[in-house]
């Protein structure tokens, strides 16, 4: 199975923080990477996928990059509701595997 | 806003086995644009996909748990259903069903459960 790590596992974080999320997997997985967000007691929300490619609703100030083995989630502005749990996920092949996840708190 | 609904035991016993819906509010699970999925997270730890299925009852397994899982679906009842046998303190999780889209380019999963809670205990 293709292992994704992903760092940091927390980061303190305020208002207006430009902040960046790192995602690396164990081989090349081409730009087959997610990132999702997750409050507790909801459902997962996805943002990217494809690595970089906004999902329909989701605010411009977020973003990804990288291809290969290598992304990053940035969030240009935090605001008040982006505090939650970030975590990619690998869609290389049918065995899907995800990051340990990154909380964002105050 | 849309989303999946996960119903279930909230609490099984050691070596029996769990059964999980997923019932999906539209009509989306006869389209060939998606598998249908099911993922899980212990408490304190990542997450962990389960298995996934397709309309036609293809199906993709986890290899370590391959063999204690099933998945099922019925187009005609929007749902589809996970079981998963022998369960030890191990399996305690909450488990999510998610759409998985696949209809172009990179697959992700786009639409979510809020998860159920599942605990192995005597």
């Known amino acids: 199975d293709i292992q994704m790590t992903q760092s940091p596992s927390s980061l ?6 430009r ?6 997997a164990s081989q090349s997985i081409n730009n087959n990477l997610n990132w999702y967000q997750h409050k507790p007691g909801q459902a997962p929300k996805l943002l990217i996928y494809a690595a970089s490619t906004l999902q329909s609703g989701v605010p411009s100030r977020f973003s990804g990059s990288g291809s290969g083995t290598d992304f990053t989630l940035t969030i ?3 605001q008040p509701e982006d505090f939650a749990t970030y975590f990619c996920q690998q869609s290389f092949n049918a065995f899907r595997t995800f990051g340990q996840g990154t909380k964002v708190d105050i | 806003q849309l989303q999946l609904q996960e119903s279930g ?9 769990l059964s999980l819906t997923c019932t999906v509010p539209d009509d989306s699970m006869r389209s060939s644009g998606y598998f249908w999925g099911w993922i899980r997270q212990p ?7 389960i298995a996934s299925i397709y309309y036609n009852g293809a199906t993709h397994y986890n290899p370590s748990l391959k063999s204690r899982v099933a998945i099922s ?13 022998s369960l030890t303190a191990a399996d ?3 488990y999510y069903c998610a ?4 209809s172009s380019g990179p697959w992700y999963f786009d639409l979510w459960g809020r998860g159920t809670l599942v605990t192995v205990s005597s």
């Open chain 2, 99 to 102: 759409r998985d889209c696949i």
């Open chain 2, 9 to 17: 035991p909230g609490l099984v016993k050691p070596s029996e086995t």
């Open chain 2, 43 to 49: 408490p304190g730890k990542g997450l962990e996909w």
């Open chain 1, 12 to 17: 303190p974080a305020s208002v207006g923080d």
């Open chain 1, 76 to 78: 240009s502005s935090l």
């Open chain 2, 92 to 94: 305690t999780a909450v």
């Open chain 2, 73 to 85: 679906i019925d187009t005609s009842k929007n749902q589809f259903s996970l079981t998963l046998s």
């Open chain 1, 19 to 24: 902040l960046t999320i790192t995602c690396r």
